[in-house]
T-cell receptor
Framework: GEDVEQSLFLSVREGDSSVINCTYTDSSSTYLYWYKQEPGAGLQLLTYIFSNMDMKQDQRLTVLLNKKDKHLSLRIADTQTGDSAIYFCAVDAYSGAGSYQLTFGKGTKLSVIP | EAQVTQNPRYLITVTGKKLTVTCSQNMNHEYMSWYRQDPGLGLRQIYYSMNVEVTDKGDVPEGYKVSRKEKRNFPLILESPSPNQTSLYFC????????????FGNGTRLTVT
């Protein structure tokens, strides 16, 4: 099955850029997602990228996908204290019978230092 | 408002006392799933359901039961809870077609003493 890996912790200073990395194993993955979990809350979809794209930008967020290396990254520009959260990479792959199974990484805890 | 609702948010119980965590979604989603979240282990899938009366084991199903009698509800049942089931539990749903992200509930923090 799919295996999704990401580092567990990242610490950055307020105003700097944050880059959270993720690697996956299944080359047939179709959509790749980033979810954000704030303290005491569930996971919220932050952004996603389709597997035929290399890059997607959405305001302060930039997603980069390297299909050859099966590497996904999330860049947050001008990181703010409100960006402190756990960020999960999730990879969607066709699991047969018209359905898709989502596999999550373990999550990267981003700490923003004021 | 489209949402996944879990109850209760917090639950403290004792070993062996049966409990049920409810989950309901109002988006007419076919797919529903339960996860547990533990420090350093991320999200692990317990059970999932592709549609009414169709349920399948996830990665960590031992000690849990589920049922899907109606499309909107997917309760998680712990027949005889044990301390190693102390965790943060999330219910999620989606339409499970391509590019249909999961919608998550706000979680249930369970403590078994």
């Amino acid at each position: 099955g799919e295996d999704v890996e990401q580092s567990l912790f990242l610490s950055v200073r307020e105003g700097d850029s944050s880059v959270i990395n993720c690697t996956y194993t299944d080359s047939s993955s179709t959509y790749l997602y980033w979810y954000k979990q704030e303290p005491g809350a569930g996971l919220q979809l932050l952004t996603y990228i389709f597997s035929n794209m290399d890059m997607k930008q959405d305001q302060r967020l930039t997603v980069l996908l390297n299909k050859k290396d099966k590497h996904l990254s999330l860049r947050i520009a001008d990181t703010q204290t409100g960006d402190s959260a756990i960020y999960f990479c999730a990879v969607d792959a066709y699991s047969g019978a018209g359905s898709y199974q989502l596999t999550f990484g373990k999550g990267t805890k981003l700490s923003v230092i004021p | 408002e489209a949402q996944v609702t879990q109850n209760p948010r917090y639950l403290i119980t004792v070993t062996g006392k049966k409990l049920t965590v409810t989950c309901s979604q109002n988006m007419n989603h076919e797919y529903m799933s339960w996860y547990r979240q533990d420090p350093g282990l991320g999200l692990r899938q317990i059970y999932y359901s592709m549609n009414v009366e169709v349920t399948d084991k996830g990665d960590v199903p031992e000690g849990y039961k589920v049922s899907r009698k109606e499309k909107r509800n997917f309760p998680l049942i712990l027949e005889s809870p044990s301390p190693n089931q102390t965790s943060l539990y999330f219910c999620a749903s989606s339409s499970r077609t391509v590019n249909s992200p999961l919608h998550f509930g706000n979680g249930t923090r369970l403590t078994v003493t």
